[in-house]
């Protein structure tokens, strides 16, 4: 081990000369190797504070996939292990590279970032001029001041003191009686998210000697009173007495627990982790493999290890033979009990909804980086694929091995009510088989086989059943027996002949209630809302139809847009908004509140807007003097944070093909909502792009490899939010003119003054004030996103970046699109005057791909 901390040390030596001398780093003379930051310094993203031997280094990190920036501790040069030790500010991240810790003159440990108060490690105030900040070697980050020795002065401030998710040896777990402070283990709240989660472990009152582990305040698990060196409980946390020395102190001072290795070789954590397991980690001693056990309240399946491992509550309708098994999928008919965006909800906060609710059998985290809640019911169904989220499925464990509870879930298609009545009798068969005792005096076998007879004949009596149910049913609905308005049958069929969107609608009339926020309307409620949509009520005319304003009984405003009969916009790109957009929940994306089928109706229900489309404002002279400077970038970066979590943050990747002016929203607060999500297209989260032989959106606004060849990704919705940025700092139009007198775009007019270094001329003359260094800054960002190559164009993540980072340095721009090509652009897209040409006008775009 002495080996391979001297390697680790003459390893990071090597490396940094070797980029300095044959890279040409521009970083090379900064990011030197550090063993401590000295009172006066700095410690940047880039840079790392080492431990004396090089096992622990100390620096900014992003947990997994997360953007987010930490301050952390973690093993250097050491096997891969998944998370920090410790992190600075696991409540506060840093939204980009911009972090620096500091150690200033008053002693004070502090992390500073661009757009946010500073972050103070130490509250305590050091008279003293000669401190420093230094990793130990037992993973302790700690500021003392300035010794001649190597162990420095008396510790004024200890990481170690606040520990998070990880007990290293040497830290204690417990409580100081006199300082009344407290050492107790946060779990995380996700992988990417270190903000404390659903668990804490640490000593319980004063004089109980034993550890506690509880699960939002209430108490999960105990380990048992210390005795004789162990838990009486839990004698699994101090079964390698062979490594280890284990330690409870119990007097007047403090009662805490701690343990130590017996060899300076062996390199050990423990980690409280998500599901509230204690997860005990030691390196083998040839330095590459982490061994991992497990210990304290919970044991996983040996036949299935990965499913969520926590400790059942009583319930009337669970037993302990239920497990959840995480499987990658989606559910296709959005059968949600309900979902929950709330950030500070773990996968265990999920489990227990879910295991208290009779109906939930399947449940999955709503945010993308693990946090949220959403919920299903039973009759879902199932669709097994690699490509999308991880969710925890119902199974049940029974004496012959383990069965996927509502097998329905990987047979073919059937109806809702036929499902929900194979799955329960499925269900009722399985617990039933467990709950019976059998007769010592008959043999196993035997009675395996009376049970699938029985079985099988009840399954097929209930199929049966259940056929003649359904068909009667649906008889009924086609006759209007049901008493719901208008005719059924000319419901469905409005909705197109396929099998598979019957029960769509099916689903959607049968679930208007409280818990479910989409609703599906009654054709009267509508018309009573809009006062049958009267003229007075209507807000506006696009491609896909009239928009109505109108008011339910309970005094809310909606938007309702009515689908034309000779719009372009057809069934298809209707139920792609219904199933996309009201799975979607963003502050900048418009909310769709339902949806409204009769006959040949069909209309979609939005929250309403009180100051309508952007357009209205923005091409209006009269009104445009409205969006003074500050009202434009806050409409700019709305948008922005629309895409990334459309493009990043959402359940499935989003790429909406339609962004415009007219389809940007806007609430009383002048705040940007996207919306009209019936061009959006889902993709995988490992897939970057896809090809169409059918062309959608607005001329104007896509990206030259779309338009031309049918080829679209993020990097078309890039483009098109970079034309939305330049027609908001431009008040005007990105139209291709073709008259002789003005023979440029928008997009060239911009370019050709970035040329020329006139910029600040493309200023709205209409904007009375606006700091040069902002509008020059949106004018390059808006240039860098239009051009020609999609590989060129930033990322929405980079766009934010660069909007309100001022010290990110930005990128010159390519020439744009379409630049080089102004006589095929001409050749290609209509002229003002052309019927399908449409730039700013609520309206879809239909052409095929060359």
Aim: contains cysteine.
């Amino acid at each position: 081990m002495l080996k391979i901390r001297l390697m680790a040390k003459v390893e990071g030596f090597l490396l940094l000369f070797t980029s300095c001398l044959f890279l040409g780093s521009p970083y090379c003379c900064k990011a030197q190797l550090r063993f401590e930051l000295m009172q006066g310094g700095q410690l940047r993203d880039w840079e790392h504070i080492l431990s004396p031997t090089g096992i622990f280094k100390l620096g900014f990190f992003s947990p997994n996939s997360s953007t987010y920036r930490y301050l952390g501790i973690w093993y250097s040069k050491l096997p891969h292990n998944p998370d920090a030790v410790w992190v600075a500010n696991p409540e506060n991240p840093i939204l980009d590279a911009s972090g620096v810790l500091s150690l200033d003159s008053d002693g004070k440990l502090k992390i500073t970032h661009n757009g946010g108060q500073p972050i103070v490690l130490n509250s305590n105030q050091a008279n003293s001029s000669n401190l420093t900040a230094s990793v130990m070697d037992t993973g302790n980050f700690v500021l003392r001041e300035a010794g001649s020795t190597a162990t420095g002065g008396e510790i004024l401030w200890q990481s170690f003191d606040y520990p998070g998710n990880t007990l290293l040896p040497g830290m204690k777990l417990g409580m100081n009686l006199k300082t009344g402070k407290n050492w107790v283990l946060h779990s995380w709240l996700s992988n990417q998210v270190p903000a404390p989660g659903a668990f804490k472990l640490g000593i319980g009152n004063e004089n109980d000697d034993q550890l506690v582990l509880w699960q939002r305040e209430e108490v999960y698990w105990t380990s048992g009173v210390w005795k004789s060196g162990s838990f009486q409980m839990a004698p699994e946390l101090t079964r390698r007495s062979d490594l280890y020395q284990f330690s409870f102190v119990s007097n007047s001072d403090e009662q805490n627990f701690s343990y130590s290795v017996k060899s300076s070789s062996t390199l050990s954590r423990w980690q409280l982790n998500t599901w509230g397991q204690i997860l005990q980690y030691t390196l083998d001693p040839d330095g590459t493999t982490w061994q991992l056990t497990f210990a304290g309240p919970c044991k996983t399946d040996a036949n299935y290890p990965s499913a969520s491992c926590i400790l059942p509550k009583p319930s009337k309708c669970r037993n302990e033979s239920e497990l959840f098994v995480p499987t990658r999928g989606y559910y296709n008919d959005s059968n949600l009990l309900y979902s929950d965006d709330n950030t500070s909800l773990a996968l265990s906060d999920c489990h227990s909804s879910c295991w208290k609710n009779c109906s939930c059998i399947a449940y999955g985290s709503l945010l993308a980086d693990g946090t949220g809640c959403r919920l299903w019911s039973k009759g879902s169904n199932f669709v097994q694929n690699e490509n999308f989220d991880l969710l925890y499925v119902l199974t049940l464990a029974s004496g012959e091995g383990m069965h996927v509870f509502a097998s329905y879930l990987y047979l073919p298609p059937l109806s809702p009510a036929l499902q929900q009545s194979i799955n329960h009798i499925t269900y009722s068969a399985i617990l039933y088989k467990k709950t019976r005792t059998r007769s010592p005096e008959r043999s196993v076998k035997y009675l395996w086989w009376i049970w699938c007879i029985i079985a099988i004949g009840l399954g097929l009596s209930m199929l049966l059943l259940g056929y003649f149910y359904v068909t009667r049913r649906k008889q009924k609905l086609m006759q209007g027996i049901e008493g719901t308005e208008g005719d059924t049958t000319a419901q469905a069929r409005s909705l197109g002949k396929s099998k598979n969107q019957f029960p769509l609608f099916y689903h959607l009339r049968r679930t208007k209630k409280a818990s479910n926020p989409f609703q599906s309307f009654s054709f009267s409620e509508i018309v009573d809302a809009t006062n049958n949509f009267s003229p007075a009520n209507k807000l506006g005319q696009g491609g896909f139809g009239p928009v109505y304003k109108g008011m339910l009984l309970d005094g809310q405003p909606i938007a309702v847009k009515r689908l034309a009969r000779n719009s372009g916009q057809g069934v298809e790109e209707f139920m792609n908004e219904i199933t996309l957009i009201a799975e979607l929940q963003h502050l900048n994306l418009v909310r769709l509140l339902g949806c409204c089928i009769q006959q040949e109706e069909k209309m979609l229900i939005y929250e309403y807007m009180s100051n309508k489309s952007l357009d209205s404002f923005l091409f209006d002279p009269s009104k445009r003097k409205l969006l003074d400077w500050k009202k434009r970038v806050g409409i700019i970066e709305g948008v922005a944070q629309g895409l990334l979590y459309l493009h990043k943050y959402s359940r499935v990747r989003v790429i909406h093909r339609d962004l415009k002016a007219s389809n940007i929203l806007l609430d009383h607060e002048m705040n940007p909502k996207i919306s009209d999500f019936g061009m959006a297209r889902i993709f995988g989260h490992n897939e970057s792009r896809a090809n169409t032989n059918r062309v959608v959106g607005t001329y104007g606004y896509m990206s030259p490899e779309y338009a031309m060849n049918g080829i679209f990704s993020v990097k078309s919705d890039v483009f098109s939010f970079g034309v939305l940025l330049l027609e908001i700092v431009s008040g005007k139009k990105n139209t291709v003119f073709t008259s002789s007198d003005n023979p440029l775009s928008l997009i060239d007019h911009a370019w050709e003054l970035w040329k020329r270094g006139d910029a600040l001329k493309f200023k709205d003359e209409l904007l009375e004030s606006c700091p040069q260094n902002e509008l020059l800054k949106c004018l390059q960002v808006g240039l860098l996103c239009v051009q020609d190559q999609a590989a060129d164009r930033p990322t929405m993540s980079d766009v934010i970046s660069m909007l309100t980072n001022d010290a990110i340095s930005i990128p010159q721009p390519e020439e744009p699109a379409y630049c080089t090509r102004k006589d095929e652009t001409r050749s290609t897209f209509p002229s003002d005057n052309s019927e399908i040409h449409s730039v700013n006008r609520v309206s879809i775009t239909i052409v095929e791909a060359r």
